[in-house]
């Protein structure tokens, strides 16, 4: 509360929801502040149950109580919402509204409401997977095979040494909710593509080898992955990751956005342009 009264400038408060296997709710409220000696500060100042995280009461009551608490209003500047309901935009907007008659926002709150980046990267790229579903299937079922036992694991590395593979990577098994580890999964397994081409060939009991078109496939969805797992891990690896490092990484993404809807291969174009729309959101 100290450091609250204190501080020269605002405050940006973040918010976080979470819903548990036992279907109970949660809500996070942390704020982000730069202190009079320059230094930024992050503080939890709500964690909350709730019945459900995503209902518009919950986040009025959440953000509501601690406005008042902690004596805000007057210093808010921001409130960057996760991805995960439409709620938020309606709650927000009236919250806002409330504020900005009051000449509480700057620039009468244009700048009040703002998405979490990472949400944003990882709607995309989830839908980016999505698209090729079925040969990921495949490529996992293919990699479950060769670590199902040490003889398949023997065997196959026989192969990819026959065949001068090279790689280093290990083949990693990815987590299904979580699309970087599936990106992970599936460069290394185009580094060994040749290797389970292979194996189809010389082993009756594996027969998940991708077809050339589908590898062609994956090598172009995956450029995508990689603009954004590498934009993420910018901000990720950033003690601090300010506005600064966001608008770099964004401009990046959104250059090559536009250069790729340009395309000539259909499918290439496509997947841009509808990554397009979701980044422009």
């Known amino acids: ?26 809500i996070c409220l942390s704020g982000q502040f730069i202190d009079s000696d320059w230094k930024l500060h992050r503080r939890m100042l709500s964690f909350m149950m709730v019945s459900s995280p995503h209902s518009e009461n919950a ?47 700057m620039l009468k709150g244009q700048l009040f409401v703002v998405h979490c980046y990472a949400n944003i990267l990882n709607v995309i790229a989830e839908d980016v997977i999505t698209s090729i579903h079925g040969i990921i299937y495949n490529i996992r079922e293919g990699i479950k095979f060769v670590k199902a036992s040490p003889a398949h694991e023997e065997k196959f ?6 065949l001068e593979i090279l790689s280093t990577k290990a083949l990693p ?45 994956v090598e172009v969805v995956c450029t995508y992955p990689k603009l954004l797992y590498d934009s993420a891990n910018v901000v990720v690896a950033t003690a ?6 966001f608008f770099h990484e ?16 259909t499918m290439v174009s496509s997947i841009a342009k509808e990554m397009h729309v979701k980044f422009d959101k």
Request: hydrophobic residues 40%; negative net charge.
């Open 59 to 105: 986040l009025n009551e959440a953000i509501g109580v601690s406005l008042s608490d902690w004596n805000m209003k007057s210093k808010l500047f921001t409130i960057t919402l996760d991805n995960n309901c439409s709620s938020h935009d309606i709650y927000s907007a009236n919250l806002r509204d409330h504020l900005s008659n009051k000449n509480m926002l």
């Open 173 to 217: 098994l990815d987590g299904t909710t979580q699309w970087n580890t599936t990106y992970l999964m599936l460069i290394a397994a185009l580094e060994y593509k040749r290797a389970f081409n292979f194996l189809e060939t010389c082993d009756d009991n594996y027969n998940e080898a991708p077809s050339a078109d589908d590898r062609m496939k």
């Open 1 to 26: 509360m100290q450091a609250f009264v204190t501080m020269p400038g605002s405050i940006s408060l973040t918010i976080g929801l979470w819903t548990t296997g036992q279907t109970l709710g949660y």
């Open 157 to 162: 590395a026989e192969i990819a040494l026959q």
């Open 250 to 265: 964004a401009w990046k993404v959104l250059v090559q956005l536009n250069s790729a809807t340009l395309n000539e291969d």
């Open 240 to 245: 601090d990751p300010t506005a600064n490092i």
